[in-house]
């Protein structure tokens, strides 16, 4: 057999799998090409040498109540690497600053206690004030940003002297790249990140940071005084490779350059099966679709799989749940969407559902939520390694194991029962892999990637 050993289960039984292929396949596998990982010493010194703005012995001088805006479950940044750092260096300025920890949620809703609690570490576990951010009940409308945005912030954060943030720096279909002032959106209120999703063109899937999504939401972060913010990369494993601090209006080119240097990947070509590793963003099966772009950019005729931990199952997104969305999420963002759209654009929209409803080929409304599918697949394997955690409905097109070498043998039998050599591309953590091809004949699906 040919082996492949990959990672899964982030934040969950975070631990190393075995793929096994016939020794016939021809198999290929893709890694970022990643330096070596950084040691403590080396995040310190990026801490201690900020890039734009003040030391944080500077920054941290009177500050009553500080406020740390990290990535949530969704995001697979180890915020417990730097959190320790930064809460030494306030306590040795001054032993009474209220420290808060904001998650960034967005509209992702409840986070797993346990693993919280690993992503933050014991320290900041026990010695600060964990707040998970509400969009719905817990934002004050500050204002409006020039793109015409109505700003709603979580009070916690509008309500601290110093507002410092953690995050990561990820493929992201919507804005090219995700981190920098993009970690704003996460303590919004629903109404702004509804704003910002339907308001601006996406990227589909195009490596690109100069665009109105990204100047609107990097606006709001410097409204909400989220200037210092610490941006890391992983590697395969979730090891931090490098780490950068400062204001990330100065530094955030070149933290998006290092996500294109290091992790692009070459798309799949001719191959037969492309098998896409969800890790390290693989809490549930919303979230194992910013592993896709592998399969969406490959032949329509290739067999996809993922694997993906899934301990969360099929997981909670406010705008996009692709699963059984309830009655009362899809109305109040119904009602959300057509507040940010102008007169013409609400007409427009009203009259092609109009059309619609004339069409032989009429959808349900059920039908014209976003599939689970990637646009190109007839049909998606998962092998699911957590079998443990939320269960999983049966899903229309989707196949699931949590016992690789029974899917394999479902494979097999369905599609080379009669072929010894198969063409086999591995994506190791297709997330944070760039594979450079537009999406733009799939703007369905890259709209809905937040």
């Known amino acids: 057999m040919t082996i492949v ?3 899964t289960g982030a934040w969950y039984q975070d631990r190393q799998i075995e793929v096994r292929f016939p020794d016939s396949w021809k198999v290929t596998t893709h890694w970022p090409r990643t330096p070596d990982p950084l040691s403590d010493q080396d995040i310190e010194s990026r801490l201690d040498q900020p890039l734009g703005c003040p030391p944080l012995s500077e920054q941290f001088a009177g500050v009553k109540k500080l406020a740390i805006v990290v ?4 995001r697979p940044t180890p915020v ?9 260096r306030i306590r040795n300025v001054d032993e009474r600053t209220e420290i808060s920890i904001i998650v960034a949620t967005g509209t992702h809703g409840h986070m797993n206690e346990d693993a919280l609690r690993y992503k933050l570490g014991q320290l900041a576990w026990e010695s600060c004030t964990i707040i998970v951010h509400d969009d719905l009940t817990s934002t004050r409308r500050i204002g409006m940003s020039s793109y015409k945005t109505p700003v709603f912030v979580n009070r916690t954060v509008l309500d601290a002297d110093l507002v410092i943030g953690i995050g990561g720096v990820y493929p992201q279909h919507t804005t090219g790249f995700g981190g920098g002032g993009k970690l704003a959106l996460g303590v919004c209120g629903r109404k702004t990140i509804m ?9 589909q899937g195009r490596y690109i940071t100069d665009n109105d999504f990204r100047k609107d939401v990097t606006e709001i972060a410097k409204m909400i005084g989220l200037n210092s913010i610490v941006n890391l990369h992983i590697n395969a494993y979730s090891e931090v490779v490098n780490a950068v601090f400062g204001d990330h209006t100065v530094y955030y080119d070149d933290a998006a350059r290092f996500s294109k240097d290091f992790y692009t990947a070459p798309d799949a070509g001719d191959a037969e099966i492309i098998v896409a590793n969800a890790y390290p963003l693989d809490t549930s099966f919303t979230f194992m679709r910013k ?12 067999v996809k799989v993922m694997i993906v931990g899934a301990h969360e199952g099929i997981g909670v997104h406010g705008l996009f749940q692709y699963i059984n969305p309830s009655r009362l999420s899809r109305f109040r963002n119904l009602v959300l969407r057509a507040s940010s759209m102008n007169k013409k654009e609400l007409l427009q929209k009203v009259w092609n559902r109009i059309i619609r409803r004339f069409k032989a080929d009429e959808v349900d409304d059920a039908e ?4 689970i599918l990637p646009p190109n697949t007839d049909h998606l394997y998962i092998w699911r390694t957590d079998d443990e955690g939320e269960k999983i409905p049966a899903l229309d097109g989707v196949t699931v194991r949590t016992d690789w070498n029974e899917l394999l043998e479902i494979i097999r039998a369905e599609h080379f029962s009669n072929q010894d050599c198969v063409a086999t591309v591995v994506y190791a953590c297709a997330p944070i892999q760039c594979i450079d091809k537009s999406l733009a004949d799939h703007e369905s699906l890259a709209d809905h990637d937040t």
Do not use: F, N
């Open 5 to 7: 050993q990959l990672q």
């Open 71 to 74: 990535d949530d479950l969704s």
């Open 80 to 88: 417990y690497r730097v959190l320790p750092m930064l809460i030494d």
């Open 195 to 203: 704003d910002l999703h339907y308001k601006h063109k996406s990227m």
């Open 291 to 302: 592993g896709y772009k592998p399969l969406y950019t490959a032949p329509r005729s290739a």
């Open 368 to 371: 014209e939520e976003p599939s």
